[in-house]
């Protein structure tokens, strides 16, 4: 697939190292294996060769990888746990989602990807400087055209939209936005939020319950990574303890 | 949202059990708890009685409901796999795949939601009666139009269609699709398999990195149930231990 | 090793079913593949034959296996985290233990092989029952030479010994025996208590810091069972999700 | 307590970090946060004061502590996987052990502090250099008159003593020892192994089956810490992915 000007594509060096760089032809990239100048003519899948004469592989980067390359203040970044609620929810090609809050916007890519052009995701956050990052961030990713963001604290004012199909939520207080987005949502649409602690979960499950949300549910991920060598093939020796834990209902009507 | 004629409903009983079933208007379910007959105007998030004075909710499903509750005699199902699948490799609205086999059409249903009218899942499968129930089900799930079933053993014959964006590979032996997903992929394109056994695994890693594979990754993921009651809140006592290996790899030009 | 007369055997079946019995020359055991008569001298890694012709593994059990085959109406059973309270307090030969409550004596068993004939474990239930079955499975295990058991509360009572290594407390409210815990100990003494709940945890904890408990830690296990079979080496299935949080302390001068 | 000449005293200094050292009256210990002095009379549970007036706590090292601060060269340290060993096998106060290879003597401490002085260590090591760490950790520990090591590869060798009750191997060959162990355990004797990889447990497994080795058994396991704070309780973000795999057995007569 020829990479279109202004794309992101992922460099990854012969150490393994990877770059998420916007693709311009002439454009440059320096790095620790030397320089590159991009053609004017690149594909997904070509090798390029650095002025050090080290070879750098120009790939399409993976909805994950948008979401850990995102220019970002914050730490916490969750490809898995959004995976999980991409398929434990209804969310798909041209469905209607609000998101709270856009954080880096890395979570609002990896929804833009899956409602498409069709689609629509509304994104709300009450802090200026992350608003302006996670547009930032989603333009890079080439998905403005689907998400509409706004400077807003849905727990005070509500949500300006309605009848949407799922609510995903990343404050540290899910709990406050509970009625609004019960206001929000259709009947049977979903409730998707994400808390680091146990306490937290509380609260929001309480929450829910009390606003008449069902089909409660929360859970946690583990993912380990195996390194496989014929003969020497084991888990590796490191892994991510804990991202934090996720909690699903729907709406009756 | 109202309800379609032919749109599958989530039946949720009070005692949580729940039916997946097709709605037509007038149609009706019996099931423990007394039997329902279908309103002409069904809404989801709309409670029903049933001829016992019971109640039964009306829920959209999600992916992974649509994906457990298929027709099937294979034992294995991983919504969260699929979830997975979805954000570590470039699956979006549009995309165009190819997955091997068909199976019951669970990860179908799942991969069918988010390429989207404008994208397309070529399904191939080598035994028949595996073919006629993923079809069943893809069209019960109402995404037929968007997906490509064909009794075939790509292994072999190779794939009919060329520059994908993405192979998803669900057989026993995954190595010996690797020449023709290479065939099939374009410069950039993604591998995905799944495979329960770490003998599996490595076959699968060895046969990707003898054709050209790149950034190839194996994991596992571990879900784990969280009961939440305040003051009694803990994970619940019983776990699936394991689904089986992802691994992903991308292939240059 | 010859198997003394009031010994635990444990008998495994070729169907891999196990049954902990007391060897006694002449007595008969039945079961689904038949009877046997235990010979007049038997050994651990004896076969004998049964009435149907079928072999039965005489095996001295583990540890794991006497605490998991004790009569008990409780369901909670937990010989990984009892060997990491082993591994990760002062226990070993010869030390002295209070164990509250004494359950149905199973941790008091893996404890009690341990401390040896030199050492103590003293045992506390305060309820009747239980500290009746506690007793039998202690001494059916051989064990009871080196167990004091005792019916009291010391939450409310106190212990009635001082200067032991370490207090093991496995009761729902953990944190009222802090103070008399405290007392007990010597200096430099260790806590470990096993709660499943996630606030049970926290009131202990909150507990043991505000009676001055240093090097707090609470941990949880998980154990994964690896079927291998040349070829079809994988997790198996099913496991266990969730026995409890095990937390540690020791007490300052 | 009392802390008796050369024995080992865990010092925490006031950030939480700990040093294992040897009590000598008048003996000193700098750090970085100055020095400390050891009075004539030290008891566990004692709080000195260092030069720089901060506080250091003296505590009892725990078996885990004690195996993780040997001194080293090799990286694997799992009091959790010697906790798991010791309540799965027969090992108790009084046993007889061998053990394949001494390593850094972190696994023997355990050992040694369960079968007690009536009990008996059998450590076997190939390797000079690692021998002699381990007879210095051992001694230090103050475990020695229970262990006798020595330089020996049982493997081609065989096991200079017999009738053992337990065999622990932690070699990277275990497979190469079986037909030794078979010949010194006892009847109904123990195995226990811990190696990295899935293909060393499969090679080590096939080797027990064809020496008629039953009730074998292969288990990993997964230690997360939970952050204990009312309000913000959490798993560790970190953990460790993987230790080994644990594999039992038992011998027939």
């Known amino acids: 697939?020829?990479?279109?000007?202004?794309?992101?594509?992922?460099?990854?060096?012969?150490?393994?190292?990877?770059?998420?760089?916007?693709?311009?032809?002439?454009?440059?990239?320096?790095?620790?294996?030397?320089?590159?100048?991009?053609?004017?003519?690149?594909?997904?899948?070509?090798?390029?060769?650095?002025?050090?004469?080290?070879?750098?592989m120009v790939l399409e980067p993976s909805t994950a990888e948008l979401m850990i390359k995102v220019r970002r203040r914050t730490n916490i970044i969750y490809p898995r746990e959004a995976g999980y609620i991409i398929t434990h929810t209804n969310i798909q090609s041209g469905s209607r989602v609000v998101e709270t809050g856009s954080g880096s916007g890395a979570l609002t890519i990896a929804l833009a990807r899956v409602v498409g052009p069709q689609g629509r995701v509304y994104?709300?956050?009450?802090?200026?400087?992350?608003?302006?990052?996670?547009?930032?961030?989603?333009?890079?990713?080439g998905l403005l055209d689907r998400v509409e963001f706004q400077l807003r604290d849905p727990a005070r004012e509500g949500y300006p939209v309605g009848n949407v199909d799922l609510a995903v939520i990343d404050v540290p207080e899910p709990w406050t936005l509970v009625p609004a987005v019960r206001d929000a949502l259709r009947g049977g649409g979903f409730w998707a939020s994400l808390v680091p602690t146990v306490e937290q979960v509380v609260e929001t499950v309480d929450a829910l319950r009390e606003h008449g949300f069902v089909t409660i549910r929360t859970v946690e991920l583990l993912e380990r990574e195996?390194?496989?060598?014929?003969?020497?093939?084991r888990p590796r020796?490191?892994?991510?303890?804990?991202?934090?834990?996720?909690?699903?209902?729907?709406?009756?009507?």
Chains 1, 2, 3, 4 share one sequence.
Not at 237 to 253: C, P, Q, S
């Open 1 to 56: 697939m020829r990479v279109s000007e202004g794309q992101l594509v992922l460099l990854v060096s012969e150490d393994d190292k990877t770059y998420l760089v916007q693709y311009r032809p002439g454009g440059k990239f320096v790095f620790h294996h030397g320089g590159i100048t991009f053609p004017d003519e690149l594909y997904f899948g070509d090798v390029l060769e650095t002025t050090q004469g080290r070879k750098v």
């Open 123 to 141: 994104s709300f956050e009450r802090r200026h400087e992350h608003l302006e990052r996670a547009i930032e961030n989603v333009r890079r990713a």
């Open 226 to 233: 195996i390194l496989v060598r014929r003969g020497k093939t």
């Open 237 to 253: 020796e490191t892994m991510i303890g804990h991202i934090g834990y996720l909690t699903f209902a729907r709406k009756l009507r």
